[in-house]
């Protein structure tokens, strides 16, 4: 979340500019939980051997 925060205050040049400093957060977000998913569904399946 703290990559959104810095995206988002880092905005300059209007409203052009937010909207692609929010669209930099978010995909750093989704690509952030999609790794810690696939971090956990390997622990998980080392721990069943």
Do not use: H, W
């Not at 209007?14 to 995909?27: D, F, L, S």
């Not at 999609?34 to 390997?42: F, G, K, M």
């Amino acid at each position: 979340m703290y990559k959104s925060q810095v995206a988002g205050l880092g905005a300059r040049g209007g409203a052009e500019a937010v909207g692609e400093a929010t669209t930099n957060g978010v995909v750093a977000a989704s690509l952030g939980c999609l790794l810690i998913d696939l971090t956990v569904s390997l622990a998980f399946q080392f721990v069943r051997l």
